[in-house]
């Protein structure tokens, strides 16, 4: 079956981790963040060397063993009964990242919304970012570099996934706001999406 997605989209430092997690809190809903899966690899595991070896630069990890790890994931979290797909939603954070990673999950989500976040103000990405690399020990938020070349990796991916998918599923939100407004705003589509599926 096809997991009915709701996929969080927007630049490193935008806020999708923090909307994410929130979403994930809520009953019938299940937070997926892609990064996550990559954080928690023990680095003495091929993959997790991997990640190290590309995240540390910036760059995206490969597509075919991302997907798999993704997949492995999210089929752990179903056995554990930590997601039920025939109930919950899915909330992705981090994935799909580009245009081959839409296609090789094309079969798989039934995306019912993307949120788009955007953030103009890129001074306040680049310390929202240094003050998580300090409170999450994250190695790929500490250095500008690595930083700048994430925000650019981004911006050529990001336009290619959002034309992957329907206008109409398109939401663009200004996560320049507070939390809370994001929140707000973000919830308002989501219970309008759920109400419907509800009467499918
Ligand atoms: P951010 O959105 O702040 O860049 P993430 O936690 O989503 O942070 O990603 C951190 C790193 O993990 C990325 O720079 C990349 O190396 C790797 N990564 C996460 N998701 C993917 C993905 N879907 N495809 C490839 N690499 C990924």
């Given at each position: 079956?096809?997991?009915?997605?709701?996929?969080?989209?927007?630049?490193?430092?935008?806020?999708?981790?923090?909307?994410?997690?929130?979403?994930?809190?809520?009953?019938?809903?299940?937070?997926?963040?892609?990064?996550?899966?990559?954080?928690?690899?023990?680095?003495?595991?091929?993959?997790?060397?991997?990640?190290?070896?590309?995240?540390?630069k910036g760059q995206l990890v490969p597509d075919e063993p991302?997907?798999?790890?993704?997949?492995?994931?999210?089929?752990?979290?179903?056995?554990?009964?930590?997601?039920?797909?025939?109930?919950?939603?899915?909330?992705?954070?981090?994935?799909?990242?580009?245009?081959?990673?839409?296609?090789?999950?094309?079969?798989?989500?039934?995306?019912?919304?993307?949120?788009?976040?955007?953030?103009?103000?890129?001074d306040k990405m680049v310390e929202r970012l240094q003050r998580?690399?300090?409170?999450?020990?994250?190695?790929?938020?500490?250095?500008?570099?690595?930083?700048?070349?994430?925000?650019?990796?981004?911006?050529?991916?990001?336009?290619?996934?959002?034309?992957?998918?329907?206008?109409?599923?398109?939401?663009?939100?200004?996560?320049?706001?507070?939390?809370?407004?994001?929140?707000?705003?973000?919830?308002?589509?989501?219970?309008?999406?759920?109400?419907?599926?509800?009467?499918?």
């Open positions: 079956m096809r997991y009915k997605t709701i996929l969080l989209f927007g630049a490193p430092g935008a806020g999708k981790g923090t909307q994410g997690k929130i979403l994930g809190t809520i009953p019938g809903f299940f937070h997926c963040a892609c990064g996550d899966v990559f954080r928690n690899l023990r680095i003495d595991h091929p993959m997790g060397r991997l990640f190290i070896e590309y995240a540390s991302t997907i798999n790890l993704w997949s492995k994931n999210i089929e752990a979290a179903t056995m554990h009964g930590a997601f039920n797909p025939e109930r919950d939603w899915l909330v992705l954070d981090g994935i799909p990242r580009n245009q081959h990673q839409v296609e090789m999950l094309r079969d798989t989500l039934d995306v019912r919304a993307l949120f788009f976040l955007t953030c103009s103000d890129m998580r690399a300090l409170r999450e020990n994250r190695l790929d938020d500490a250095n500008l570099d690595v930083i700048r070349q994430r925000l650019e990796v981004y911006e050529i991916e990001s336009k290619s996934v959002i034309g992957c998918y329907e206008k109409s599923l398109v939401h663009h939100i200004d996560s320049t706001n507070p939390p809370l407004t994001v929140l707000r705003e973000i919830l308002e589509i989501v219970a309008h999406l759920n109400a419907v599926a509800a009467t499918a």
